[in-house]
């Protein structure tokens, strides 16, 4: 048996007073955080909303190269029924559409009218989401296109992404843009973490959903692309061929 001293008594005893002192002041510190009678607050819980944007691309048209894109090249019989169409399906979806907007090309305003119609919502127009070019890795659309052209073009997209493609964490937000072939691509390939100069390798179909989501740290997924489920394979319609059926 170890024998205890007096020093050794008084050590022991002022360890266990330092230890009592403390326990003391971190009990007084948690009382001061929540007095009594007082709930404890509860930490508040991530952010859980995903904002979710349709992109729609326009119905078809037959094409007048020397028209006024804002006042011509409005949208044919057929472009009308595809629109007719996807507005039917996004009036379906079990979600309240918060924003309809439509750029200011003839043919994406007409559709985006008729979806409205089917949706009760009147489009508001940005012209940031307008047909143009962008910057591409093709030689051909390179050499077809001014450097300022394509420049201006990516300025613009870029803007509609921050404009648009923006989190709403507070709850789950469903938005729809009524646009153009290669605006979708170009959007969805930076969604995607894609090169943008990528975009011409993708077909996009005529009144097609393309739906992008933006989670609430502003990060972005790709849910569908070009989905035609709502349209007859006999009017569906693409740029170029697509997947080699349908309307030509």
Same mark, same amino acid.
């Given at each position: 048996?170890?024998?205890?001293?007096?020093?050794?008594?008084?050590?022991?005893?002022?360890?266990?007073?330092?230890?009592?002192?403390?326990?003391?002041?971190?009990?007084?510190?948690?009382? !001061?955080? &929540?007095?009594? +009678?007082?709930?404890?607050? =509860?930490?508040?819980?991530?952010?859980?909303? /995903?904002?979710? *944007?349709?992109?729609?691309?326009?119905?078809?048209?037959?094409?007048?190269?020397? !028209?006024? &894109?804002?006042? +011509?090249?409005?949208?044919? =019989?057929?472009?009308?029924?595809?629109?007719? /169409?996807?507005? *039917?399906?996004l009036a379906a979806l079990p979600v309240k559409i918060h924003?309809?907007? !439509?750029? &200011?090309?003839?043919?994406?305003?007409?559709? =985006?009218?008729?979806?409205?119609?089917?949706?009760?919502?009147?489009?508001?127009?940005?012209?940031l989401i307008h047909e143009c070019t962008p910057a591409s890795?093709?030689?051909?659309?390179?050499?077809?296109?001014?450097?300022?052209?394509?420049?201006?073009?990516?300025?613009?997209?870029?803007?509609?992404?921050?404009?648009?493609?923006?989190?709403?964490?507070?709850?789950?937000?469903?938005?729809?843009?009524?646009?153009?072939?290669?605006?979708?691509?170009?959007?969805?390939?930076?969604?995607?973490?894609?090169?943008?100069?990528?975009?011409?390798?993708?077909d996009i179909a005529n009144a097609s959903i393309t739906v992008?989501?933006?989670?609430?740290?502003?990060?972005?997924?790709?849910?569908?692309?070009?989905?035609?489920?709502?349209?007859?394979?006999?009017?569906?319609?693409?740029?170029?061929?697509?997947?080699?059926?349908?309307?030509?």
């Amino acid at each position: 048996m170890i024998p205890v001293t007096p020093s050794r008594l008084t050590r022991s005893l002022t360890r266990g007073l330092a230890i009592f002192a403390a326990a003391l002041a971190l009990a007084a510190a948690a009382q !001061a955080a &929540d007095p009594p +009678g007082r709930p404890r607050a =509860a930490e508040a819980p991530p952010p859980r909303g /995903l904002h979710f *944007v349709y992109l729609i691309r326009h119905g078809g048209y037959d094409r007048d190269s020397l !028209a006024d &894109d804002r006042l +011509g090249n409005g949208l044919n =019989a057929l472009g009308r029924e595809q629109a007719q /169409l996807v507005g *039917v399906r996004l009036a379906a979806l079990p979600v309240k559409i918060h924003a309809l907007v !439509a750029s &200011d090309f003839a043919r994406a305003r007409e559709t =985006a009218t008729i979806i409205g119609g089917a949706l009760g919502m009147t489009p508001a127009q940005d012209s940031l989401i307008h047909e143009c070019t962008p910057a591409s890795m093709r030689t051909d659309l390179m050499r077809s296109h001014t450097p300022e052209s394509m420049a201006l073009c990516d300025s613009n997209l870029t803007a509609a992404w921050a404009r648009y493609l923006r989190p709403t964490p507070e709850a789950d937000t469903h938005d729809v843009l009524v646009c153009h072939g290669n605006v979708i691509r170009w959007l969805v390939s930076r969604a995607v973490g894609a090169d943008t100069r990528r975009w011409a390798d993708m077909d996009i179909a005529n009144a097609s959903i393309t739906v992008i989501a933006v989670r609430p740290d502003g990060t972005t997924r790709l849910v569908m692309f070009s989905d035609v489920g709502h349209l007859p394979v006999e009017k569906q319609s693409w740029s170029g061929r697509g997947a080699g059926w349908g309307a030509r």
